[in-house]
């Protein structure tokens, strides 16, 4: 892709997301992340109701009385992006790449994070950390995330999501907000990493995925390859059978992810490359509330 090119398809996808952040979710976006974080403001006695888990032992040491920390809502965020860079998020049947779309999801959320005064970071991860983007606020920072979305060539094409929260919860020492975007295919196992990452931040996933992963059309003898393995396998549509076992593969590993999600009391939502994204997120904000 050359310059012109590219920044034309910046452009295009500044033009249609910011209008998107603008015109529906500001609003949205600023009732349901805005004042979850909170910092540190100052000590004063204990007084009778408060939590005891909120006692600064070292002061009441000092002065021989409790007294308890008292913490107000920040009035900005950081907002961070984990992006699944993976090869298994560049492919698509439909009218746009996985990978695209999580791309213009993506915009959308930095463009509403800049109009509410936030800053906004990324972190791109296959199964190693491939690229950190520290938090900044302004057009200017977004235009060059979304420019390394569309440019940026990964040196791995595995997934390992466990790894990229750990990173997160270990670089971020500020609580912030977390959108994970992935179509999570991966076999690593990263439950525990989410759950200790959501008790020190407000994590929310999305999950992206094209319709032929949900039910494989009847369409004959195809060759397939794993674009993360590079295995190719030929695979009969013809068969009744193999398409159910297809159709039965993909509810159990949703429940799988359903249950991941639940016990780390993370909000998440599935998006298909064939819907409209923007109900999708509403839909994940809603549910916030």
Known sequence: MDTSELLK???KIEIKTRGLSNNIFAGQYHSVFKGRGMAFSEVREYQYGDDIRDIDWNVTARLNKPYVK???EERELTVMLLIDVSASLDFGTQSQLKKD????IAATLAF???QNNDKIGVLFFSDRIEKFIPPKKGRSHVLYIIREMLYFTPQSKKTNIGNAIEFLTSAIKRRC???LMSDFYTRDNFENALTICNRKHDVAAIRIYDPIAKELPNIGLVKITDAETGHEMYLD???KKIRQSHNDYWKRRTEELDNIFAKSK????SISTDQDYVKSLLRLFARRR
């Not at 779309?101 to 213009?104: L, Y």
């Not at 993370?266 to 939502?269: F, Y």
């Open 101 to 104: 779309m999580q791309t213009e």
């Open 177 to 179: 907000t977390v959108f």
């Open 9 to 11: 398809k910046v452009r």
């Open 70 to 72: 008292v913490f107000e």
């Open 112 to 114: 509403s994070a800049i």
């Open 237 to 239: 549509t013809n068969s």
């Open 266 to 269: 993370v909000d998440n939502v």
